[in-house]
């Protein structure tokens, strides 16, 4: 009888998700598509999942939908069935209301203009730091390449250097910006994203700084996780270590 009743909950519990009213719609325009399949995409369990989908024939204006608990990164997906040489994928920061995404079918994703609620706004301003990040990181691989080929030891030791502090600079600025907007998701997705290398201390900094709804986010859940099990991994190391210092200390005397 108590399997019975656990059964019945699950099953109540799943038609009720299912049955949950949209919040989210995805409004596309995809200049010079005429036939495909557009997906509205999200990660789940490291997964990637069709949320809704739409079969263009025709008509390039399209409209998809969603339910949504936190706001996070969701994709637009173009599968083309006419020239398809790519199938491409665009990312964009989904929050409860409407998004707008206006691209061109041949630079799907370059040409990708996206109108959507504060969190994709900030994760633009982000990206086009990180341009100017990568562009300098291009420019010291290029260096280092020449230098290389030169076997300019001094030249090399240079452009080491300069990567090292360039490294520096773009995870100091990420963890800055992330500070600066705690009370949007797109601070602990960043952490999450961008810095999960870092040292403990800075995303410690993060995760305490964010506004409480922001913890209850699902990046916010998910930063508090990854933090604990961060935290965990440096105890065992530092365990082994004090271990192996004794087992040390023990040889020699």
Same mark, same amino acid.
């Given at each position: 009888?108590?399997?019975?009743?656990?059964?019945?909950?699950?099953?109540?519990?799943?038609?009720?998700?299912?049955?949950?009213?949209?919040?989210?719609?995805?409004?596309?325009?995809?200049?010079?598509?005429?036939?495909?399949?557009?997906?509205?995409?999200?990660?789940?369990?490291?997964?990637?999942?069709?949320?809704?989908?739409?079969?263009?024939?025709?008509?390039?204006?399209?409209?998809?939908?969603?339910?949504?608990?936190?706001?996070?990164?969701?994709?637009?997906?173009?599968?083309?069935?006419?020239?398809?040489?790519?199938?491409?994928?665009?990312?964009?920061?989904?929050?409860?209301?409407?998004?707008?995404?206006?691209?061109? !079918? @041949?630079?799907?994703?370059?040409?990708? &203009?996206?109108?959507?609620?504060? *969190?994709? $706004? +900030? /994760?633009? %301003?982000?990206? #086009?730091?990180?341009?100017?990040?990568?562009?300098?990181? !291009? @420019?010291?691989?290029?260096?280092?390449? &020449?230098?290389?080929?030169?076997? *300019?030891? $001094? +030249? /090399?030791? %240079?452009?080491? #250097?300069?990567?090292?502090?360039?490294?520096?600079?773009?995870?100091?600025?990420?963890?800055?910006?992330?500070?600066?907007?705690?009370?949007?998701?797109?601070?602990?997705?960043?952490?999450?994203?961008?810095?999960?290398?870092?040292?403990?201390?800075?995303?410690?900094?993060?995760?305490?700084?964010?506004?409480?709804?922001?913890?209850?986010?699902?990046?916010?859940?998910?930063?508090?996780?990854?933090?604990?099990?961060?935290?965990?991994?440096?105890?065992?190391?530092?365990?082994?270590?004090?271990?192996?210092?004794?087992?040390?200390?023990?040889?020699?005397?």
């Amino acid at each position: 009888m108590k399997k019975i009743s656990i059964l019945l909950l699950a099953i109540i519990a799943l038609i009720s998700c299912n049955n949950k009213e949209s919040n989210l719609t995805v409004n596309a325009n995809i200049e010079g598509l005429k036939k495909g399949t557009v997906y509205l995409q999200k990660i789940e369990d490291t997964l990637m999942v069709d949320v809704d989908s739409v079969e263009v024939n025709g008509n390039a204006n399209i409209s998809l939908e969603a339910f949504i608990e936190s706001p996070q990164v969701m994709y637009l997906y173009l599968k083309k069935v006419d020239n398809s040489q790519y199938d491409d994928r665009i990312d964009f920061f989904a929050e409860e209301g409407e998004v707008t995404i206006n691209t061109t !079918l @041949e630079k799907f994703v370059t040409d990708a &203009e996206i109108i959507g609620a504060k *969190n994709q $706004e +900030k /994760l633009e %301003e982000y990206r #086009k730091m990180m341009t100017r990040f990568n562009d300098k990181n !291009l @420019e010291l691989i290029k260096e280092n390449f &020449e230098a290389q080929k030169e076997e *300019n030891e $001094e +030249k /090399l030791i %240079e452009v080491n #250097k300069q990567y090292e502090s360039l490294l520096k600079r773009k995870y100091l600025y990420t963890v800055n910006f992330a500070i600066n907007n705690k009370d949007l998701e797109v601070a602990p997705y960043l952490a999450l994203s961008e810095v999960f290398d870092a040292n403990i201390k800075y995303l410690d900094t993060i995760y305490n700084s964010l506004e409480p709804k922001v913890k209850k986010s699902m990046y916010g859940k998910e930063l508090k996780d990854f933090l604990k099990e961060r935290k965990e991994e440096q105890k065992e190391i530092e365990n082994i270590k004090t271990e192996e210092t004794d087992t040390t200390e023990e040889s020699v005397s």
